[in-house]
Antibody, heavy 112, light 107 residues
Framework: EVQVVESGGGLVQPGGSLRLSCAAS????????MNWIRQAPGKGLEWVSY????????YYADSVRGRFTISRDNAKNSLYLQMDNLKDEDTAVYYC?????WGQGAQVTVSS | DIQMTQSPSSLSASVGDRVTITCRASQGIRNDVGWYQQKPGKAPKRLIF???SLHSGVPSRFSGSGSGTEFTLTISSLQPEDFATYYCLQANSFPYTFGQGTKLEIK
């Protein structure tokens, strides 16, 4: 059974940083592109970032470019999202998605 | 950016009904569309990828069709567990974009 588990969420002040991790079990992430998607309270889904299988291609939403950094470690079967200079509008549940499998989400709350 | 216009935004239906949800893309995106189901407080689950391919384990009452700019998700016979919010996603070009969602409620 494929399982995807995010971790690293929490409460942070505006301007602060958090690092989200995503660990997969039941499949090897090596061949797959991976994405982060978020959902603000009561809102729809918003794509955040993409990384290709070899990390050679990386893309970001305009809303996070320059502040967020996506990375992966295929040896650890993991995906990461470094989030710096966080803003109130970054408050959301962050989901990791790997070839159609999603984790349960990590809550990020940015508030003073 | 490619806009995905999803309709209707909400829908009331009964168990056993056949329902269709539509997404229109602002430009041609081949068949690079997925459909997702989300229940309250839960993570989204992929139902369909590449416009018409069923994700592993998804019941066959779900089907997808379309190419280019118009895409549909059809549930052939609604079951009680199908009442949820549904989203389309275009994965043709960056930034990836979702439709606004369709909330499917019990009539």
């Amino acid at each position: 059974e494929v399982q995807v588990v995010e971790s690293g969420g929490g409460l942070v002040q505006p301007g602060g940083s958090l690092r989200l991790s995503c660990a997969a079990s039941g499949l090897s992430v090596s061949p797959y592109d991976m994405n982060w998607i978020r959902q603000a309270p009561g809102k729809g889904l918003e794509w955040v970032s993409y990384i290709s299988d070899s990390s050679s291609s990386i893309y970001y939403a305009d809303s996070v470019r320059g502040r967020f950094t996506i990375s992966r470690d295929n040896a650890k079967n993991s995906l990461y999202l470094q989030m710096d200079n966080l803003k109130d509008e970054d408050t959301a549940v962050y989901y990791c998605a790997i070839t159609g499998y999603w984790g349960q989400g990590a809550q990020v709350t940015v508030s003073s | 950016d490619i806009q995905m216009t999803q309709s209707p935004s909400s829908l009331s239906a009964s168990v056993g009904d056949r329902v269709t949800i539509t997404c229109r893309a602002s430009q041609g995106i081949r068949n690079d569309v997925g459909w997702y189901q989300q229940k309250p407080g839960k993570a989204p689950k992929r139902l369909i990828f590449s416009a018409s391919s069923l994700h592993s384990g998804v019941p066959s009452r779900f089907s997808g069709s379309g190419s280019g700019t118009e895409f549909t998700l059809t549930i052939s016979s609604l079951q009680p567990e199908d009442f949820a919010t549904y989203y389309c996603l275009q994965a043709n070009s960056f930034p990836y974009t979702f439709g606004q969602g369709t909330k499917l409620e019990i009539k």
